[in-house]
């Protein structure tokens, strides 16, 4: 009798343990996973932010004068091109840089949504190639403002002579808890769970601003 007790016992004790491995390994693959998703989406913002300062930095360059008024060919939020001179073997016509913020798609999670945006570069060198990629996805849609010497936001296009650059992004895909997984499957209305997942969502979200301040646009 007493060994059969013995067995049941150390059967309990190893089930007990059992369960709390899976379970520490359960949550630190989630950890592991949601970690390096982080990690993904920061250097995928540090290249999109690096890319783009550096086109607009360019904004103006080898452009006369004479030409000044027509650097900013469009001028949104969303939507921004103007003229630089890139290739010298060409100097009588000035090339094009564009970027464009375009809804790639929205995530429905019941009462919430988002919405994530690619961001569309083109780059137009006269008589040579015409360059269009996809250089990323962000979660805002507003990325340029348009500022005057001082910081303001300009009411003319002309007047610009600062571009504010906004970069703002987060992992959509991160693993969810196994208590909102189950509170799905079992159709329970818990809106309160939903904000907290949502939370845990938004927990690694990321943002790079930057005012880039364009020495062709000052002259």
């Not at 059967?11 to 359960?26: F, K, R, Y």
Request: charge should be negative.
């Amino acid at each position: 009798m007493t060994s059969l007790l013995d067995i049941i016992g150390a059967s309990i004790i190893g089930g007990m343990l059992l369960l709390l491995v899976l379970t520490v390994t359960d949550y630190g693959t989630r950890e592991f996973f949601n970690y390096n998703a982080d990690a993904i989406v920061q250097a995928n913002l540090a290249h999109m932010a690096h890319l783009a300062e550096y086109d607009l930095r360019k904004m103006g360059f080898g452009i006369n004068e004479g030409q000044q008024s027509t650097i900013l060919q469009i001028a949104n939020s969303d939507h921004l091109k103007f003229l630089s001179q890139l290739n010298f073997d060409v100097d009588t016509v000035p090339d094009t840089i564009e970027y464009e913020i375009v809804q790639d798609e929205i995530i429905d999670y019941g009462d919430t949504t988002l919405t994530m945006y690619k961001v569309l570069r083109s780059v137009t060198i006269v008589q040579h190639s015409i360059e269009s990629m996809n250089i990323g996805k962000i979660g805002n849609q507003n990325v340029f403002r348009y500022l005057n010497q001082v910081g303001e936001p300009v009411e003319i296009t002309q007047e610009t002579k600062m571009v504010e650059l906004t970069l703002v992004t987060f992992e959509p895909r991160i693993i969810l808890s196994p208590e909102f997984v189950t509170t799905k499957l079992d159709s329970i209305d818990r809106a309160d769970l939903r904000k907290q997942e949502l939370r845990r969502l938004l927990r690694p979200s990321f943002w790079r601003q930057t005012r880039l301040v364009s020495k062709n646009l000052r002259r």
